[in-house]
């Protein structure tokens, strides 16, 4: 296993913000959600990269509903964190908000889980640090997220 010492989910958790402009908008006039996704997987890929310390490949985004629209001149944020980790794999869960910065109104629009693969400089799997869940929150996260790691390896087979 890793040598590395555990880290906390604090360490690795990303904000990423970007204001949503008309090249951002799909034929309705929304935001795209084919560039929620994009941004999603960018936020889950950072926080991956920042606990593993290696690059990571995107291997897995559970379904994704959206719940309302993002408009364009609203910032949206794509708040990431780690919630597991296997020997190299790492998921991050993803929340994803629009606030409107006139009156400060803000809308939880979507949340996605995600897992990336930590590789090594030849593309092949590496070990990750273990994840120290400090909270009661971050410990119920990891659980559900062990859960949900053993029904996807399990509908692989």
Request: aromatic content about 4%; overall charge negative; some cysteine.
């Amino acid at each position: 296993m890793d040598e590395r010492p555990a880290k906390t989910v604090a360490q690795s958790s990303v904000t990423l913000h970007q204001l949503m402009l008309p090249e951002h908008a799909n034929a309705y006039g929304n935001v795209h959600g084919g560039l929620i996704m994009k941004l999603v997987d960018e936020a889950g890929g950072i926080s991956a990269m920042r606990h593993a310390q290696r690059p990571c490949v995107t291997v897995a985004m559970d379904s994704m509903t959206f719940h309302s629209p993002i408009h364009v001149g609203e910032l949206m944020s794509c708040v990431a964190s780690v919630n597991y980790v296997g020997r190299s794999s790492v998921e991050v869960g993803v929340k994803v908000h629009a606030e409107n910065p006139i009156t400060g109104e803000v809308t939880h629009t979507n949340s996605a889980y995600l897992v990336y693969v930590a590789i090594d400089d030849d593309g092949k799997p590496c070990a990750v640090p273990a994840l120290m869940p400090e909270t009661d929150e971050e410990r119920r996260r990891w659980g559900e997220a062990r859960e949900r790691q053993t029904q996807r390896l399990s509908q692989r087979r």
